[in-house]
């Protein structure tokens, strides 16, 4: 148990349709990264995210938007959803801003139909 | 832009042969980490190599970091089930430190 959590496990939706995504990092660690992983492929980071501001921004497209609350969760919006989003989203958490360790959730599979 | 370039994609082993996967950065790294995801499972931290040349064990897996910190290796001596899955490696983008680059993995696949 990596202390991360993530919600919902799965989720099943249509084209055009909104999700959101949530986590929950680990006990005191302050920055919260989302990664995107489609099937046996690798992981696509999206967006980190340091005691509630945006620190880094990858491939993430427009479509898609982050933010992390004041009590550290962080939420992964998803709009106008497209069959290619279907995937896996995981949740990685740090105690620090640099690139230490990263504990990650057990993920959100998506499946847009 | 900087790229961590991992070979092989699969790796089909007997039980017992040993695995290697391989990292190469186009850039130099700060550090280099590695990372083990069971199938339908979520990525595991596996060590972080900071020092120039260093090496590390854990049980039969052997980590080593280049000389010119540009590429990484992971051996498993003897495979077993259990070591089946895709191995990652990852290191920090130069300029701003704040997120990793990730290689595309290693499947380790155990033929049976």
């Known amino acids: 148990d990596s202390g991360v959590t993530q919600t919902p496990k799965h989720l099943i939706t249509a084209t055009g349709q909104r999700v959101t995504l949530r986590c929950s990092p680990r006990?005191?660690?302050?920055?919260v990264y989302w990664y995107q992983q489609s099937l046996d492929q690798g992981l696509q980071f999206l967006i980190q995210y340091y005691n509630g501001e945006e620190r880094a921004k990858g491939n993430i497209l427009e479509r898609f938007s982050a933010q992390q609350f004041p009590d550290l969760h962080s939420e992964l919006n998803l709009s106008s959803l497209e069959l290619g989003d279907s995937a896996l989203y995981f949740c990685?958490?740090?105690?620090?801003?640099?690139?230490?360790?990263?504990?990650f959730g057990e993920g959100s599979r998506l499946t847009v139909l | 832009g900087q790229q961590v370039m991992q070979i092989p994609q699969y790796q089909h082993v007997q039980e017992g042969e040993d695995f290697t996967t391989y990292c190469n950065s186009s850039t130099t790294l700060s550090n280099i980490q590695w990372y083990k995801q069971r199938p339908g499972g979520h990525p595991v931290f596996l060590i972080q190599l900071v020092k120039s040349g260093e090496v590390k064990k854990q049980k039969r897996l052997t980590f080593q970091f280049g000389e010119a910190k540009k590429n990484s290796s992971l051996h498993i001596t003897a495979t077993q089930t259990t070591d089946v899955g895709t191995y990652f490696c990852a290191g920090p983008e130069k300029d701003s430190n704040y997120q990793l680059i990730w290689g595309a993995g290693t499947k380790l696949i155990i033929k049976p």
């Open positions: 990685a958490s740090s105690s620090g801003t640099n690139t230490g360790e990263l504990f």
């Open positions: 006990s005191g660690d302050l920055s």
